[in-house]
């Protein structure tokens, strides 16, 4: 089957910023107590059982030594002061708080610090339910990557995985529950998305959303709140965490980028706009609409005015979710294959200056050598 790219319509939208487009799939319903989505892709059994793939190898050696545990290794006894964490995480959003404020007629003039505290502490716990959400999320693509990858070292390394989300799934929901007094549901864009994961039977695909995608932006979200936090307990998990996902998102490089070698024009092209879709929905679930929404500003106002202060770098989660994913994509060839498609997407929606931001190899490295001292 050819597909004519000309007709490419990113999520079957006009205009990638229809603001009415954004707003009819934040308004999609994913229940109350469970959701469920069709899988695809054929589960491969492999003969070949040689070790051939040094990196893959080193990686799940790595990982089988850096086990925590959740239950042990983390305090819980510690009290947690909801609202001084959410101001500290507050601070960075500074400038887009003057942005918005600053814009004629935005109904933020007559908001006082108490209206502010209230959404700091909202975004707060809002952020933290949609890493369990994106958590689970890893936890069933993992799972998939395990059945549906034709290669041992990867099967290896990915079951080493499927433990590990188990692990951020349980201390994120722990989290939630006994120290911020529950959650919020999960983001219809995050949900999207991790649905067409599953749903896709092309098995790079999998790694494409969920290892570069969704855990790029994991790794660059953690590492920010480790980095402004001085909640202990939120410190030492997001560490133990983002040792780990680290080593995910190198998983996700370092089988791409073999597996994208032997692939012909048309075929790299799919995998441009799969990332570029998913860039996209990761983008618009950073509007966080449900928490403005608990805050009395509707999803349509806030929408618009956060198009209208769109500057580089404004949002400290935006920009670090793209300065992981266009290094990343460039480090695939993405950025540049063909005509540089996905590189002239990404200045349309004015990210492309990240393209030379750290890759998460060399982030890897770093935070590799956290997980060694780990327990200090
Ligand atoms: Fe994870
Ligand atoms: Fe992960």
Known sequence: ??????????????????????????????????????VGGDAVFTWDYDRSRAGLSKLYERAKSSQWNGSTDLDWSTDVDVEAVADEMSHAMAPLRRLLTELPGSPLQSWGERDWARLAVEAFRWRMSQFLHGEQGALVCTAKIVETVPWIDAKYYAATQVMDEARHVEVFSRYLDSKLGGGYPVNPNLQLLIDDVIRDNRWDMTYMGMQIMIEGLALAAFGFMHQVTQEPLLKKLLRYVLSDEAR??????????????????????????????????????????????????????ITKMLFEVRRPGVNPFQASLFSKIVPNCKKLGLLDAGDGWLRDRFTEIGVIEFEDAPDTEIEYELLDAVAADRGG
Do not use: K
């Open 1 to 38: 089957m050819s597909i004519d790219h000309a007709e490419f319509q990113a999520l079957g939208r006009d205009d990638a910023n229809s603001v009415e487009s954004i707003l009819a799939d934040d308004a999609v319903d994913f229940g109350v107590l469970a959701h469920e989505t069709p």
């Open 248 to 301: 995910h998102v190198a998983f996700g490089v370092l089988s791409l980028q073999e597996f994208y070698a032997g692939l012909t024009g048309s075929e790299i092209r799919e995998r441009q706009e799969f990332a570029f879709e998913a860039a996209l929905r990761m983008r618009d679930r950073l509007m966080m609409h449900a928490v403005w929404d608990r805050c009395g500003i509707d999803r349509e106002t």
